[in-house]
């Protein structure tokens, strides 16, 4: 944990999940420390989660209905960590497990608020949201990141002799010739240069 928290930005949480037989144990890591819940199971909470999935897809469904199938699981699995986490804590890197792969963490609410859709306190309103399959492979990946950012790229533009591209050639004929190479593609010396400026990489244009 603490190799994980040293490579995280400030404003980003890790929150992990492992469900046992009677409780869901609930790990929540930041730069500033670390916390460990342990929530009572429901005997339900299968179907909580397919009865939530459900109101995602059903739309006509009225905003209280997908309120109450969303608050008691933003309620149990994430409440109280992101009380404690704190304000600043922006980004959340969600490390599900068994049923919890199936939940849209974005699409929960943080209360009951509210009375369209639009007004609803999507959890994705607050926190950018992404997830990892788990804290091994999450810190293999933070490593990368701070050592590559060396990011390889090598890009190809070649240039052809031929005075194909001209008014009189109709989009037919011109897709044909991009196609078999006989043309230069439009733009694709420009594109590549600017990816390889960005991933601080190399074009070749000739």
Same mark, same amino acid.
């Given at each position: 944990?603490?190799?994980?928290?040293?490579?995280?930005?400030?404003?980003?949480?890790?929150?992990?999940?492992? @469900?046992?037989?009677?409780?869901?144990?609930? =790990?929540?890591? #930041?730069?500033?420390?670390?916390?460990?819940?342990?929530?009572?199971?429901?005997?339900?909470?299968?179907?909580?989660?397919?009865?939530?999935?459900?109101?995602?897809?059903?739309?006509?469904?009225?905003?209280?209905?997908?309120?109450?199938?969303?608050?008691?699981?933003?309620?149990?699995?994430?409440?109280?960590?992101?009380?404690?986490?704190? $304000?600043?804590?922006?980004?959340?890197?969600?490390?599900?497990?068994? #049923?919890?792969?199936?939940?849209?963490?974005?699409?929960?609410?943080?209360?009951?608020?509210? #009375?369209?859709?639009?007004?609803?306190?999507?959890?994705?309103?607050? /926190?950018?949201?992404?997830?990892?399959?788990?804290? #091994?492979?999450?810190?293999?990946?933070?490593?990368? $990141?701070?050592?590559?950012?060396?990011?390889?790229?090598?890009?190809?533009?070649?240039?052809? $002799? @031929?005075?194909? =591209?001209?008014?009189? /050639?109709?989009?037919?004929?011109?897709?044909?010739?991009?196609?078999?190479?006989?043309?230069?593609?439009?733009?694709?010396?420009?594109?590549?240069?600017?990816?390889?400026?960005?991933?601080?990489?190399?074009?070749?244009?000739?």
């Amino acid at each position: 944990p603490a190799t994980i928290r040293a490579k995280i930005g400030a404003e980003t949480a890790i929150v992990e999940y492992a @469900i046992t037989e009677d409780y869901i144990f609930i =790990w929540a890591l #930041s730069r500033k420390g670390q916390q460990m819940y342990r929530m009572d199971l429901p005997p339900d909470f299968e179907e909580q989660i397919g009865a939530f999935r459900d109101k995602v897809y059903q739309t006509e469904s009225a905003p209280t209905a997908y309120q109450n199938a969303a608050y008691p699981l933003y309620d149990l699995l994430l409440k109280t960590a992101l009380e404690d986490l704190g $304000e600043g804590i922006k980004e959340l890197i969600i490390i599900p497990d068994g #049923s919890l792969v199936l939940l849209p963490f974005e699409a929960l609410v943080q209360n009951t608020e509210g #009375s369209t859709y639009r007004d609803l306190a999507y959890l994705i309103k607050d /926190y950018t949201i992404s997830y990892a399959y788990s804290a #091994s492979v999450l810190l293999e990946q933070l490593e990368k $990141e701070v050592k590559g950012q060396a990011q390889v790229f090598g890009g190809f533009a070649a240039s052809y $002799e @031929i005075d194909a =591209w001209q008014p009189a /050639y109709d989009q037919q004929m011109v897709s044909q010739l991009v196609r078999s190479g006989e043309l230069p593609l439009p733009g694709a010396r420009l594109e590549v240069s600017q990816i390889a400026e960005t991933m601080n990489g190399e074009a070749f244009l000739d």
